[in-house]
């Protein structure tokens, strides 16, 4: 095991997102290219996570990851709780897409935090949850938002399954690592990513709803699926401009059908009454 050192805070600040955004500024702390290389974030969209990995949850029960499956589409966060800057803007901006969305963790989807750090005990992990669960504010969200630790061999299957790469810096007692999080469908296939530390709360609802295969969400949330498209090379949803010409047309053909059909059935009973008064006067 690691020699705990007193942790220092980082330098610099996130990069400026890219391809594979979401790795730390490395580079101006003088790592090298070949060390770059090892950090990043490679997509595994639709592949199955195993879910019989174990953990401990932050009470320090031994649980799997299959306890959180199955029902609901899950929005996985890979953090360490005494990480001295990146990681904290990881929660945090999650935290403020959570908070602005109308859905609740525990109700329409669970919220894993797990930690990558093999040193760190379900007593950080505690004391994170109620941090942000105070901040989060949100009746029933304690089941619904978990944050995890685990072996260094379960957290290794993890990481490797949603691409998630990182790198021990023994000189700083630190990790340098990605910035992101990821949607799951409830059946544990990564549906969606979305990168840095800032997620709009549109994007991260769409991809909840489309990980839930449209069981959770509004009639309104299908139409925006219908303008917006996913783009996995920027991990965020971009507006597509033929089907929103498409649905216009539609929308367009809809509202004319609705001003009109009112008005063609009073001139057919207009006329139907014409005929019949005509009728009545001939006899």
Known sequence: MKRRLPRIALLVAPLVLSTF??????????YSPEFLDQIGIDQRLDEQVPLDIPFLDERGNEVRL?????????????????CPML???VLNGLL??????????????????????PEETPVLALTKKRMYLERYNRPGAADGWHFLTG?????RQLTEAVGFRYVYVSARDQFAHASGIMVLTPEGKISRYFYGVEYPTRDLRLGLVEAAANRIGTAVDQVLLLCFHY????????????????????????GLGMFMVPGFLRDRKKARLARKAERTAEL
């Open 151 to 155: 072996s260094e061999e379960s957290i």
């Open 66 to 82: 299959s306890d959180y499956f199955g029902q609901r589409p899950v929005v996985l966060a890979l953090v360490y709780y005494e």
């Open 87 to 89: 990681c904290t803007e």
């Open 231 to 254: 783009d996995p090379t920027t991990g965020k949803y971009g507006f597509v401009i033929m089907n929103a010409i498409r649905f216009a047309a539609f929308a367009t053909v809809v």
């Open 21 to 30: 955004a979401g790795v730390t500024t490395a580079r101006s702390q003088g």
């Open 96 to 117: 403020r897409s959570l908070r602005a969305l109308s859905f609740t963790a525990g109700q329409e989807f669970e919220v894993l935090t797990v930690s990558f750090d």
